[in-house]
């Protein structure tokens, strides 16, 4: 069955710190893995996606397919990253993305 | 820059109620989605359209129905509403490939 999994609801980091939002995917194939990031008040949006292999405000994420893992990080938290965090798959032909249940990302001063 | 569009941010309809959630997007895209946002549960595709006058069903299609008669236009229709309903609704397209563009998504509350 096609999964993603994020163990973490709330993640509450402090500035400066670093962060990992964790993510873990059950797909039989190969999926396209993608982060959404969802501000206070703002629209649902793409951070980045696996295939661009780019850092996207200071944040990264490896696609680990032995570990099925798509786990994202910062170096160093600011107080602009608390979101609400998405972690998503797309692997069949019609374009659908299945979305974890998202990670709420609390940068404590 | 795409842009999606919601008829309304907010919404507040009486349980029975048929309800109309409209979606647009202004750049020609094929699929469209609609979603439900709930804390806990992340998003939940409710039903996708490929093209005019195509749906398909997503994962919680039970009490909703959508209708798209234009490529730019995906509606949401809750036949008769109920409380179990009171969500956020977010829509979405998409062009040829999988990342998605969202509205600003519409508050339901159904009482």
């Known amino acids: 069955a096609q999964r993603v999994t994020q163990p973490e609801k709330l993640l509450s980091v402090f500035k400066g710190a670093p962060v990992e939002l964790k993510c873990n995917y059950s797909y039989s194939g190969s999926p396209e893995l993608f982060w959404y990031v969802q501000y206070s008040r703002q629209r649902l949006q793409l951070l980045l996606r696996?295939?661009s292999r780019e850092s996207i405000k200071g944040f990264t994420a490896d696609l680990n397919k032995g570990e099925t893992s798509f786990h994202l990080k910062k170096p160093f938290a600011q107080e602009e990253d608390s979101a609400m965090y998405y972690c998503?798959?797309?692997?069949?032909?019609?374009?659908?993305?299945?979305f974890g249940k998202g990670t709420r990302l609390h940068i404590l001063p | 820059d795409v842009k999606v569009t919601q008829s309304s941010r907010y919404l507040v309809k009486r349980t029975g109620e048929k309800v109309f959630l409209e979606c647009v997007q202004d750049m020609d895209h094929e699929n469209m989605f609609w979603y439900r946002q709930d804390p806990g549960l992340g998003l939940r595709l409710i039903y996708f359209s490929y093209d005019v006058k195509m749906k398909e069903k997503g994962d919680i299609p039970e009490g909703y129905s959508v209708s798209r008669e234009k490529k730019e236009r995906f509606s949401l229709i809750l036949e008769s509403a109920s409380t179990n309903q009171t969500s956020m609704y977010l829509c979405?397209?998409?062009?040829?490939?999988?990342?998605?563009?969202f509205g600003p998504g519409t508050r339901l509350t159904v009482t």
């Open positions: 979405a397209s998409t062009s040829r490939g999988p990342e998605q563009y």
């Open positions: 998503a798959l797309s692997g069949s032909r019609d374009d659908k993305i299945i």
């Open positions: 696996h295939i």
